[in-house]
């Protein structure tokens, strides 16, 4: 069990505070939640207190023999302030101390993260970026904020990433420190394909595959953390958005094709965790075909689909990375590395991300372990863990191989 302090300062996302304590509590970690004086204005201690089972104070001169303006900081595993507004920010920047959160960031010795919400205006302001600059050269994790509906009518980047993002993020840098999330990606342009294609027999039914898309989701959600531009290609997957990433919904292994080579131009890295099918129905049926009728099928043609990666190899452009996934089981004539390395050899990517898929391992599930293989080194074993967890390996072996931008 993980000691949290989840820091609410006093905007109006305060209410989405609640939802990511709830999932906290929920994954066994025993959670303080430090708001300050305006957080409560829009939740109220009594709900923290409920949600946590820990006492709820702002200030510095409740529970004086606990010294709680120190023990709170120094006890801590992981300090998540959610949602950091633009006083906030600057206040943290500045080393101030004039409430328990802020004196809680002071003597923490733990990664700290920072979960931006303001409107666009403040957000984009010289000052706040400053604020943030500062702050991620101490060493603190500054998530991007999400681009959406903010209060009343405007939208822009400034809305806070829903709770479920900013929960598997934070189990990232539980688990692996606040080296998990550097900023590494800065200024790149990635495009990640995610989830599976689905290849219409008729009106109702289709050829498709297992794949959830959340390998792919985990991909994007860690990249934009890590500072980059993010495109999401994404093949009949029913999750919500990560935050500060576009989406490109797509259906059929074309149209994922079409999607994915138009994106990547320009990207320094593409990404292909998609589950595309390889074949597809020689022809669609109008009307759903029935049983029993009279134009009842008695077989079905399939024709070969496009192979995209092997089509976004040949077509990527100078220092432009690509990485290719392979879902593999053993059998007869080898084990799954021994086809993972003849895949890797045909299609001719610089990395390949292996999936042992046998007795359905990987598929809907929340954990992943996979192997890195490259054409110019050993294999590189990402143990078991999230699926974000493991993406955090995958983009750590990737900016390794980036030119300098």
């Given at each position: 069990?993980?000691?949290?302090?989840?820091?609410?300062?006093?905007?109006?996302?305060?209410?989405?505070?609640?939802?990511?304590?709830?999932?906290?509590?929920?994954?066994?970690?025993?959670?303080?939640?430090?708001?300050?004086?305006?957080?409560?204005?829009?939740?109220?201690?009594?709900?923290?207190?409920?949600?946590?089972?820990?006492?709820?104070?702002?200030?510095?001169?409740?529970?004086?023999?606990?010294?709680?303006?120190?023990?709170?900081?120094?006890?801590?595993?992981?300090?998540?302030?959610?949602?950091?507004?633009?006083?906030?920010?600057?206040?943290?920047?500045?080393?101030?101390?004039?409430?328990?959160?802020?004196?809680?960031?002071?003597?923490?010795?733990?990664?700290?993260?920072?979960?931006?919400?303001?409107?666009?205006?403040?957000?984009?302001?010289?000052?706040?970026?400053?604020?943030?600059?500062?702050?991620?050269?101490?060493?603190?994790?500054?998530?991007?904020?999400?681009?959406?509906?903010?209060?009343?009518?405007?939208?822009?980047?400034?809305?806070?990433?829903?709770?479920?993002?900013?929960?598997?993020?934070?189990?990232?840098?539980?688990?692996?420190?606040?080296?998990?999330?550097?900023?590494?990606?800065?200024?790149?342009?990635?495009?990640?394909?995610?989830?599976?294609?689905?290849?219409?027999?008729?009106?109702?039914?289709?050829?498709?595959?297992?794949?959830?898309?959340?390998?792919?989701?985990?991909?994007?959600?860690?990249?934009?953390?890590?500072?980059?531009?993010?495109?999401?290609?994404?093949?009949?997957?029913?999750?919500?958005?990560?935050?500060?990433?576009?989406?490109?919904?797509?259906?059929?292994?074309?149209?994922?094709?079409?999607?994915?080579?138009?994106?990547?131009?320009?990207?320094?890295?593409?990404?292909?965790?998609?589950?595309?099918?390889?074949?597809?129905?020689?022809g669609v049926a109008a009307a759903k075909m029935k049983k029993g009728a009279a134009s009842e099928p008695t077989a079905i043609e399939l024709v070969r689909?496009?192979?995209?990666?092997?089509?976004?190899?040949?077509?990527?452009?100078?220092?432009?990375?690509?990485?290719?996934?392979?879902?593999?089981?053993?059998?007869?004539?080898?084990?799954?590395l021994t086809h993972a390395r003849a895949k890797l050899a045909r299609k001719g990517c610089d990395l390949l991300v292996v999936n042992d898929v046998s007795?359905?391992?990987?598929?809907?599930?929340?954990?992943?372990?996979?192997?890195?293989?490259?054409?110019?080194?050993?294999?590189?074993?990402?143990?078991?863990?999230?699926?974000?967890?493991?993406?955090?390996?995958?983009?750590?072996?990737?900016?390794?191989?980036?030119?300098?931008?």
């Amino acid at each position: 069990m993980s000691r949290i302090v989840l820091g609410v300062s006093g905007g109006v996302a305060a209410y989405k505070a609640a939802l990511l304590l709830r999932a906290f509590t929920e994954a066994g970690h025993d959670v303080r939640v430090v708001p300050t004086p305006g957080a409560l204005h829009f939740v109220g201690s009594a709900t923290f207190e409920a949600l946590s089972g820990n006492p709820v104070t702002t200030d510095v001169w409740s529970d004086v023999p606990e010294v709680a303006h120190v023990r709170i900081g120094q006890t801590a595993d992981l300090v998540v302030v959610a949602p950091a507004t633009a006083d906030l920010l600057a206040r943290a920047a500045a080393g101030r101390a004039d409430d328990l959160l802020t004196a809680t960031l002071l003597t923490a010795h733990c990664p700290v993260v920072f979960v931006p919400a303001m409107h666009t205006e403040m957000w984009l302001h010289p000052a706040t970026q400053d604020n943030v600059a500062t702050l991620r050269r101490r060493g603190s994790i500054v998530l991007p904020p999400a681009v959406g509906r903010l209060t009343g009518p405007d939208s822009g980047p400034g809305r806070l990433p829903e709770p479920a993002d900013i929960a598997a993020l934070a189990a990232v840098v539980l688990e692996q420190g606040a080296d998990a999330l550097p900023r590494d990606l800065a200024g790149r342009r990635v495009v990640i394909s995610a989830g599976g294609t689905r290849e219409p027999l008729d009106p109702v039914r289709y050829l498709g595959n297992r794949s959830s898309g959340k390998q792919g989701w985990a991909l994007a959600r860690v990249a934009a953390a890590r500072g980059a531009e993010v495109v999401l290609v994404a093949a009949n997957v029913e999750l919500p958005a990560p935050f500060g990433v576009r989406v490109v919904p797509v259906g059929t292994a074309e149209e994922l094709r079409a999607a994915v080579l138009a994106e990547s131009a320009g990207a320094d890295v593409v990404v292909m965790s998609a589950a595309v099918a390889d074949f597809r129905p020689a022809g669609v049926a109008a009307a759903k075909m029935k049983k029993g009728a009279a134009s009842e099928p008695t077989a079905i043609e399939l024709v070969r689909n496009p192979d995209v990666l092997v089509e976004l190899v040949a077509a990527r452009s100078p220092g432009q990375l690509v990485v290719g996934f392979a879902a593999e089981t053993g059998d007869d004539d080898g084990d799954v590395l021994t086809h993972a390395r003849a895949k890797l050899a045909r299609k001719g990517c610089d990395l390949l991300v292996v999936n042992d898929v046998s007795a359905g391992q990987v598929f809907g599930r929340a954990e992943n372990a996979v192997v890195l293989l490259s054409a110019d080194g050993p294999p590189t074993e990402l143990p078991r863990g999230s699926k974000d967890a493991v993406a955090a390996g995958i983009w750590t072996a990737v900016a390794g191989r980036l030119a300098p931008a």
